[in-house]
Nanobody, 121 residues
């Protein structure tokens, strides 16, 4: 069992940056893929960044590629999302997840409670 707690969300102006953090529990964190997802009102949850267990493979959709960076620290059992050049369309609830396959939302086993990110124009 893995518990995930996100932090770092908030209100930021367009063009600004935020760094999300996800603290996890569970002895097997280092063996899991982890990812960040988001869900805007009226839209489906989407994957925006995933990273495999050793950090050597990442996935980003085109909508965030070059602006967002996912990283993990297995020693601290933590995962981060650096978001730069934020746009109003990035406004959503952001979720951390563990143990899944790439962009396939339904395959992810463990989820945090989410943190709100609001980007003003």
């Amino acid at each position: 069992q893995v518990q995930l707690v996100e932090s770092g969300g908030g209100l930021v102006q367009a063009g600004g940056s935020l760094r999300l953090s996800c603290a996890t529990s569970g002895r097997t964190f280092g063996s899991y893929s982890v990812g960040w997802f988001r869900q805007a009102p009226g839209k489906e949850r989407e994957a925006i960044a995933t990273i495999n267990w050793n950090g050597r493979s990442t996935y980003y959709p085109d909508s965030v590629k070059g602006r967002f960076t996912i990283s993990r620290d297995n020693a601290k059992a933590a995962v981060y999302l650096q978001m730069n050049s934020l746009k109003p369309e990035d406004t959503a609830v952001y979720y951390c997840a563990a143990n899944g396959i790439g962009a396939r939302v339904s395959t992810w086993s463990y989820w945090g409670q989410g943190t709100q990110v609001t980007v003003s124009s």
